[in-house]
């Protein structure tokens, strides 16, 4: 099932400030192919690979977020199969998503599938490393943004019922 959303205002980035701006160095010299925007959210990510003149595919489990008006955001689960052939797409980004998967590895797996033969995985997750992480570790025991507390409190809606961080980047 897909879907496609009316306008309402700007989609904006579901990242720590500079992200994508990253993503954008990062690609800005890659010649233009197809991309999948695995975990698309609001579409900032993906209006901005279309302005760069990418193709690109967007998914997300909760596509009713999403806000781009010429672009479609196919409902997807992460944690199972991709509904994309093998070999697919040149790129495939990941923009802190993976910490919210069950089964990370199985996600890395099925990108790797449907990634052509020297096509670009680019992955990005939380920093936990950081100090006000660790410190938030030392004097509580919880890396930022992994607060165990949350899993238990009453979610507003289905977007906060699922916008939780279950694995650590430490996984990698």
């Given at each position: 099932m897909s879907t496609t959303r009316a306008l309402s205002d700007e989609p904006k980035p579901d990242t720590a400030q500079g992200v994508h701006d990253t993503l954008h160095e990062l690609l800005k010299n890659e010649?233009?192919?197809?991309?999948?925007?695995?975990?698309?959210?609001?579409?900032?990510?993906t209006r901005r690979l279309i302005q760069m003149t990418f193709g690109v595919e967007a998914c997300d489990l909760n596509p009713e977020r999403f806000k781009l008006t010429a672009k479609e955001c196919r409902k997807v689960d992460l944690n199972e199969a991709l509904p994309y052939s093998d070999e697919s797409f040149d790129f495939v980004v990941c923009v802190e998503t993976i910490e919210h998967l069950r089964d990370p590895w199985h996600a890395v797996s099925e990108f790797r599938r449907v990634l052509k033969k020297n096509g670009v995985l680019i992955i990005t997750m939380p920093n936990i490393l950081c100090?006000?992480?660790?410190?938030?570790?030392?004097?509580?025991?919880?890396?930022?943004?992994?607060?165990?507390?949350?899993?238990?409190?009453?979610?507003?809606?289905?977007?906060?019922?699922?916008?939780?961080?279950?694995?650590?980047?430490?996984?990698f």
């Open positions: 010649r233009p192919g197809k991309v999948l925007d695995a975990g698309a959210g609001e579409g900032a990510l100090i006000p992480s660790r410190l938030l570790f030392l004097f509580v025991g919880e890396y930022s943004y992994f607060s165990h507390k949350r899993l238990w409190e009453e979610a507003i809606d289905t977007y906060h019922k699922l916008d939780k961080h279950v694995n650590p980047p430490w996984f």
